[in-house]
C-alpha cells in the first residue's frame, strides 16, 4: 500500500453512503499551485507591466485566493477519481465535498460524501413460489367487446320532422346570463347528448323536444364548488339555441356486420377472433401479474438500502406520470401528499426490481445481441407505423439504443423467472 493509499481513507457510512477522507501532500498542492499562478502571471494585465510580465509575488498578493480554488477545482477532482476506481465505485449523484482544509505550506485536507448503488445478496431465486393466474373469457365479456365494435362503428343520422328525444346528439348555441350583474356570458357552441347523466338537469328538461331554430330558456344555480369558476356560485339564466338534431344508429350484429367490421367470413368468425384476442390479452396478463409476484417474493427476501437520491429522483418522475394522467388543474393539498407518498412506494418497488433484475442477469450471464435489438426496432416500428429506418434515426439521436437493450435483458430475466417458478 502506498503513502497516498495510507492517506486517503474509505469510510462505509451504510450499503449506499460512502465517505472518503481525501489528503492531497502539500508538495502536490504546490506543485499546482505553482502551475496555475504561472497560467495568471501569463494572462493577467497589471498597471505599469506589458500583458504576462507582471512579477509572480505581485501576481501572487493580489489573485492568491483565486488561485487556491482553481488548484482545488483541479486536484480534488483529479485525486477522487483516482480514488473512486482504485476502490471499484460509481457515484449515483454529485459528489459533495465537505470541511475543506487547507493552508499554504500544509496538506489539503477534505471529505467527499457520495452515494452508490448498493450490494446485496440475492435468494435462491430458481423456485419461488407463487399463485396460479388463470386465463380465461366467458361469453359476456365477449358480447361487451363487439358492443364496443358496433359502437365504434355507429353512423350518426341528421333528424327532420321531430324535436329531441333522449340519446340523440344535438349540435347546439348556449347564451348564459348572471341574473345578479346582469352580464351575458360568451356564447358557447356545443354538442350536448340530450338526456345524459353528466348534463344539468334543467339543460336535459329544457331540450326535451325541442326542434331546430327553436329557442328555450332555462335556469341553474350553480354550487360555489362548479369545476367553471365563472358560473360557480351563480345563477345563470341560459338560452338554447338547436341547430341540427342527429340519431346515432348502431348497425345490427350480424353476418353483414361482420364482414364489414373487417376481414371475417361471419358473425362466428368475428366472434371467434374476439375471444382468442381477449384470451390472448388475459394470458399477458396472467403472465405480468406472475412476473410481478415472483419479483415481490424475491424481494420479500432481500435486504436492499436504496440511494436517497436515486430514489427522489425515480419518485419525481413516477409523481409527474400520477399527476399527467390525473389531467386535474388543481389538486387539493392533502391528495398531493397522498399521491407522494403512492409515488415514492411505486418508486422503491420499480427500483429495487431494477436492481434484482440486473443481478440476476449478469449471474446467469444473460446477453442480448444486435440482431436482437434489430428485431425489436422492427417490431416497434411496425407497432406504430413507422419506416424502420426512421425509427433507427430516432433512437440514434436520442441515445436509446442502450435502453432497448437493458428492456430486452430484463426481458429475458423475468421469462427466466416465470419460466423457473413453482405455480400453487
Same mark, same amino acid.
Given at each position: 500500500?502506498?503513502?497516498?493509499?495510507?492517506?486517503?481513507?474509505?469510510?462505509?457510512?451504510?450499503?449506499?453512503?460512502?465517505?472518503?477522507?481525501?489528503?492531497?501532500?502539500?508538495?502536490?498542492?504546490?506543485?499546482?499551485?505553482?502551475?496555475?499562478?504561472?497560467?495568471?502571471?501569463?494572462?493577467?494585465?497589471?498597471?505599469?507591466?506589458?500583458?504576462?510580465?507582471? /512579477?509572480?509575488?505581485?501576481?501572487?498578493?493580489?489573485?492568491?485566493? *483565486?488561485?487556491?480554488?482553481?488548484?482545488?477545482?483541479?486536484?480534488?477532482?483529479?485525486?477522487?477519481?483516482?480514488?473512486?476506481?482504485?476502490?471499484?465505485?460509481? /457515484?449515483?449523484?454529485? /459528489?459533495?465535498?465537505?470541511?475543506?482544509?487547507?493552508?499554504?505550506?500544509?496538506?489539503?485536507?477534505?471529505?467527499?460524501?457520495?452515494?452508490?448503488?448498493? *450490494?446485496?445478496?440475492?435468494?435462491?431465486?430458481?423456485?419461488?413460489?407463487?399463485?396460479?393466474?388463470?386465463?380465461?373469457?366467458?361469453?359476456?365479456?365477449?358480447?361487451?367487446?363487439?358492443?364496443?365494435?358496433?359502437?365504434?362503428?355507429?353512423?350518426?343520422?341528421?333528424?327532420?320532422?321531430?324535436?329531441? =328525444?333522449?340519446?340523440?346528439?344535438?349540435?347546439?348555441?348556449?347564451?348564459?346570463?348572471?341574473?345578479?350583474?346582469?352580464?351575458?356570458?360568451?356564447?358557447?357552441?356545443?354538442?350536448?347528448?340530450?338526456?345524459?347523466?353528466?348534463?344539468?338537469?334543467?339543460?336535459?328538461?329544457?331540450?326535451?323536444?325541442?326542434?331546430?331554430?327553436?329557442?328555450?330558456?332555462?335556469?341553474?344555480?350553480?354550487? $360555489?364548488?362548479?369545476?367553471?369558476?365563472?358560473?360557480? #356560485?351563480?345563477?345563470?339564466?341560459?338560452?338554447?339555441?338547436?341547430?341540427?338534431? $342527429?340519431?346515432?344508429?348502431?348497425?345490427?350484429?350480424?353476418?353483414?356486420?361482420? $364482414?364489414?367490421?373487417?376481414?371475417?367470413?361471419?358473425?362466428? *368468425?368475428?366472434?371467434?377472433?374476439?375471444?382468442?384476442?381477449?384470451?390472448? =390479452?388475459?394470458?399477458?396478463? #396472467?403472465?405480468?401479474?406472475?412476473?410481478?409476484?415472483?419479483?415481490?417474493?424475491? =424481494?420479500?427476501?432481500?435486504?436492499?438500502?436504496?440511494?436517497?437520491?436515486?430514489?427522489?429522483?425515480?419518485?419525481?418522475?413516477?409523481? $409527474?406520470?400520477?399527476?399527467?394522467?390525473?389531467?386535474?388543474?388543481?389538486?387539493?393539498?392533502?391528495?398531493?401528499?397522498?399521491?407522494?407518498?403512492?409515488?415514492? #412506494?411505486?418508486?422503491?418497488?420499480?427500483?429495487?426490481?431494477?436492481?434484482?433484475?440486473?443481478?440476476?442477469?449478469?449471474?446467469? #450471464?444473460?446477453?442480448?445481441?444486435?440482431?436482437?435489438?434489430?428485431?425489436?426496432?422492427?417490431?416497434?416500428?411496425?407497432?406504430?407505423?413507422? /419506416?424502420?429506418?426512421?425509427?433507427?434515426?430516432?433512437?440514434?439521436?436520442?441515445?436509446?439504443?442502450?435502453?432497448?437493450?437493458?428492456?430486452?435483458?430484463?426481458?429475458?430475466?423475468?421469462?427466466?423467472?416465470?419460466?423457473?417458478?413453482?405455480?400453487?
Amino acid at each position: 500500500m502506498s503513502e497516498q493509499d495510507k492517506k486517503n481513507r474509505l469510510l462505509d457510512k451504510s450499503p449506499s453512503r460512502k465517505e472518503i477522507e481525501l489528503e492531497i501532500p502539500s508538495e502536490e498542492v504546490e506543485r499546482e499551485y505553482m502551475k496555475v499562478l504561472g497560467d495568471y502571471a501569463g494572462r493577467v494585465k497589471l498597471p505599469g507591466f506589458r500583458k504576462g510580465h507582471a /512579477p509572480k509575488d505581485m501576481v501572487r498578493r493580489l489573485f492568491d485566493h *483565486d488561485i487556491l480554488h482553481d488548484v482545488y477545482d483541479e486536484l480534488v477532482p483529479k485525486v477522487l477519481g483516482e480514488e473512486l476506481k482504485a476502490h471499484g465505485l460509481n /457515484p449515483v449523484n454529485v /459528489p459533495e465535498i465537505r470541511d475543506l482544509r487547507h493552508e499554504h505550506g500544509q496538506a489539503l485536507r477534505c471529505t467527499v460524501a457520495f452515494e452508490v448503488l448498493p *450490494d446485496f445478496d440475492l435468494p435462491d431465486y430458481r423456485s419461488v413460489q407463487v399463485q396460479e393466474h388463470q386465463a380465461a373469457v366467458d361469453e359476456a365479456e365477449v358480447e361487451k367487446a363487439l358492443e364496443e365494435i358496433q359502437a365504434r362503428t355507429a353512423e350518426y343520422i341528421p333528424v327532420a320532422g321531430r324535436g329531441v =328525444a333522449d340519446g340523440d346528439y344535438v349540435a347546439a348555441e348556449i347564451h348564459g346570463k348572471d341574473l345578479n350583474t346582469k352580464r351575458f356570458l360568451p356564447v358557447e357552441k356545443a354538442v350536448v347528448v340530450a338526456g345524459h347523466s353528466d348534463n344539468e338537469p334543467a339543460l336535459n328538461e329544457a331540450i326535451k323536444g325541442q326542434k331546430p331554430g327553436e329557442e328555450r330558456v332555462f335556469r341553474v344555480s350553480h354550487g $360555489k364548488d362548479h369545476a367553471n369558476k365563472r358560473v360557480a #356560485g351563480k345563477e345563470i339564466e341560459y338560452t338554447l339555441k338547436v341547430s341540427e338534431i $342527429k340519431e346515432k344508429k348502431i348497425p345490427e350484429l350480424n353476418d353483414e356486420f361482420a $364482414k364489414a367490421a373487417g376481414d371475417y367470413a361471419d358473425l362466428s *368468425d368475428l366472434k371467434g377472433k374476439v375471444r382468442k384476442e381477449l384470451l390472448e =390479452a388475459r394470458e399477458r396478463a #396472467g403472465r405480468n401479474a406472475t412476473a410481478s409476484a415472483v419479483l415481490r417474493e424475491i =424481494a420479500k427476501k432481500v435486504s436492499l438500502e436504496l440511494p436517497e437520491s436515486v430514489l427522489e429522483h425515480e419518485t419525481l418522475s413516477v409523481l $409527474k406520470r400520477m399527476l399527467s394522467a390525473a389531467r386535474q388543474p388543481r389538486i387539493p393539498a392533502d391528495a398531493l401528499e397522498g399521491l407522494k407518498g403512492q409515488a415514492r #412506494g411505486q418508486a422503491v418497488e420499480h427500483l429495487t426490481n431494477h436492481l434484482i433484475l440486473e443481478k440476476i442477469a449478469r449471474q446467469e #450471464g444473460f446477453e442480448v445481441s444486435d440482431e436482437e435489438i434489430q428485431s425489436e426496432i422492427k417490431a416497434l416500428a411496425q407497432a406504430n407505423g413507422v /419506416p424502420e429506418k426512421y425509427l433507427e434515426d430516432v433512437i440514434a439521436r436520442e441515445n436509446r439504443r442502450e435502453e432497448i437493450q437493458e428492456t430486452l435483458l430484463f426481458r429475458k430475466t423475468v421469462d427466466f423467472l416465470v419460466k423457473n417458478a413453482i405455480i400453487k
